[in-house]
């Protein structure tokens, strides 16, 4: 009977200390999303620091990617990690780069044991992070939450092992599939609440990408216009084979205080890239694609992984947006539907191709839906 009962508390203590870790990781992983958008070319990764159930340390990737999440944590918890339990969203580094290895930190703090949702694929780091702490005598636990890291962290995979930014498709789309109106002429469909939602995923991706059409339609800004996050704005990015972006543009006059890449072909003028180049704009060359005109985008998505992109915002035009989906490159889609109706003559969402091809494409699943106010919101995630 004795052995009953304490087989019974064994079991109710067990499914406790789950749940308290559990909890504790999605702390992590709610610290590691405020460096989205800031953190590249590093991942964002959130740690938490716990001791006798209570937390004594939280730390996030800074912005610029240093310091990293572990070191931030533990100097905040100071002597208190030692012997504490160290929650992490990925695979502590085990190499040195610009900063000494996570591992070494974790180690020297004096921790006894860590619970990692996620391991790192980076050659750099691939279960040597892990390795190096059970050396140490340190109790390593890898799996917890590991669903929603890899979410989290998906820039950072698809940029490791797809040499290519993971690619954020946004459509605002009226009810008869349109994004314009007639004549290409510029037309708002979304509504404050969706605005709010779009300008929130623009700081938290690490770059925007619309091409040379909308930007001599429309001269867009494409910063993160919410209040007090300006600064969060992420790099714009146009894609322009023969540069012909207007100097006088919104975006070239911003140039020093947001950055703006344009992509072009080898071919396009020396003394317009000069100009740009002047002004404080970067320009970079890519291919060009064969037989469309136009830039190959896997080539421009290479130079962006180059750069350290990993979270890439695709937002405009019509011709982009399905160039991108007919190549096969987009990861993500947020459809945002408006309530209006455009009429015959407006701007189809994706060109020449339906819609369908994102919304009853097996390619796609649906992954969140929501409402904002008048507008619908759907998520859709490659399946």
């Given at each position: 009977m004795?052995?009953?009962i304490?087989?019974?508390?064994f079991?109710?203590?067990?499914l406790m200390s789950?749940a308290?870790d559990?909890r504790?990781?999605?702390?992590?992983?709610?610290l590691?999303r405020r460096?989205q958008g800031r953190t590249?070319p590093?991942?964002?990764v959130?740690?938490?620091v716990?001791?006798?159930?209570?937390?004594v340390?939280?730390g996030?990737?800074?912005?610029?990617?240093?310091?990293h999440a572990?070191?931030?944590?533990?100097a905040?918890?100071?002597?208190?990690?030692?012997?504490a339990?160290?929650?992490?969203?990925?695979?502590?580094c085990s190499?040195v780069g610009?900063s000494?290895?996570?591992?070494?930190?974790?180690?020297?703090a004096g921790v006894?044991?860590v619970?990692?949702?996620?391991?790192?694929?980076?050659?750099?780091?691939a279960g040597q992070?892990?390795a190096?702490?059970r050396?140490?005598g340190?109790?390593?636990d890898?799996?917890l939450?590991?669903?929603?890291?890899?979410?989290d962290?998906?820039?950072?995979?698809r940029?490791?092992?797809?040499?290519?930014p993971?690619?954020?498709?946004?459509?605002?789309?009226?009810?008869?599939?349109?994004?314009?109106?007639?004549?290409?002429?510029?037309l708002?469909?979304?509504r404050?609440g969706?605005?709010?939602?779009v300008h929130?995923l623009?700081?938290?991706?690490?770059?925007?990408l619309v091409g040379?059409g909308?930007v001599?339609?429309?001269?867009p800004?494409?910063?993160?216009r919410?209040?007090?996050m300006e600064?969060?704005?992420?790099?714009?990015?146009?894609?322009?084979r023969?540069?012909?972006?207007?100097?006088?543009?919104?975006?070239?006059?911003?140039?020093?205080?947001?950055?703006?890449?344009?992509m072009t072909s080898s071919?396009?003028?020396?003394?317009?890239a000069m100009?740009?180049g002047?002004a404080?704009a970067q320009?970079?060359?890519?291919?060009?694609a064969t037989p469309?005109?136009?830039?190959?985008?896997?080539s421009?998505?290479?130079?962006?992984s180059e750069r350290?992109?990993?979270?890439?915002m695709v937002?405009?035009g019509?011709r982009v947006?399905?160039?991108?989906?007919?190549?096969?490159?987009?990861?993500e889609?947020w459809?945002?539907?408006?309530a209006?109706?455009?009429g015959?003559?407006?701007?189809?969402?994706?060109d020449?191709?339906?819609?369908t091809s994102?919304?009853?494409?097996?390619?796609?699943?649906?992954?969140?839906?929501?409402?904002?106010?008048?507008?619908?919101l759907t998520?859709?995630?490659?399946?």
């Amino acid at each position: 009977m004795i052995f009953r009962i304490l087989e019974d508390q064994f079991a109710k203590k067990s499914l406790m200390s789950k749940a308290a870790d559990r909890r504790f990781m999605q702390l992590a992983l709610s610290l590691g999303r405020r460096g989205q958008g800031r953190t590249w070319p590093n991942p964002a990764v959130g740690a938490v620091v716990v001791k006798d159930g209570v937390i004594v340390g939280r730390g996030w990737t800074q912005a610029g990617g240093r310091p990293h999440a572990e070191p931030e944590a533990l100097a905040r918890a100071g002597e208190a990690a030692r012997g504490a339990t160290l929650y992490v969203t990925l695979e502590p580094c085990s190499h040195v780069g610009k900063s000494p290895p996570c591992a070494d930190a974790i180690i020297a703090a004096g921790v006894s044991r860590v619970v990692s949702a996620i391991e790192d694929p980076n050659p750099e780091v691939a279960g040597q992070g892990h390795a190096r702490l059970r050396a140490a005598g340190i109790t390593v636990d890898i799996g917890l939450c590991a669903r929603e890291a890899a979410h989290d962290h998906v820039g950072h995979f698809r940029r490791i092992r797809d040499r290519r930014p993971h690619v954020i498709l946004k459509l605002a789309v009226s009810p008869d599939d349109k994004i314009g109106a007639a004549g290409r002429r510029p037309l708002k469909i979304s509504r404050e609440g969706a605005k709010a939602r779009v300008h929130l995923l623009r700081a938290q991706c690490d770059a925007i990408l619309v091409g040379i059409g909308t930007v001599q339609a429309d001269d867009p800004r494409l910063t993160c216009r919410l209040p007090g996050m300006e600064a969060r704005s992420p790099v714009r990015v146009v894609l322009d084979r023969s540069l012909r972006i207007p100097g006088t543009s919104r975006l070239v006059h911003s140039a020093r205080e947001t950055p703006l890449w344009v992509m072009t072909s080898s071919l396009a003028e020396a003394p317009a890239a000069m100009k740009l180049g002047a002004a404080g704009a970067q320009v970079i060359r890519v291919a060009t694609a064969t037989p469309r005109p136009g830039l190959d985008l896997r080539s421009v998505l290479h130079a962006l992984s180059e750069r350290g992109i990993t979270r890439l915002m695709v937002e405009g035009g019509a011709r982009v947006a399905s160039s991108f989906v007919a190549a096969g490159l987009v990861d993500e889609v947020w459809l945002l539907r408006g309530a209006d109706a455009v009429g015959a003559g407006g701007v189809a969402a994706l060109d020449a191709l339906p819609l369908t091809s994102i919304t009853q494409s097996r390619a796609f699943r649906v992954r969140a839906s929501e409402i904002l106010q008048k507008d619908t919101l759907t998520i859709y995630e490659r399946a």
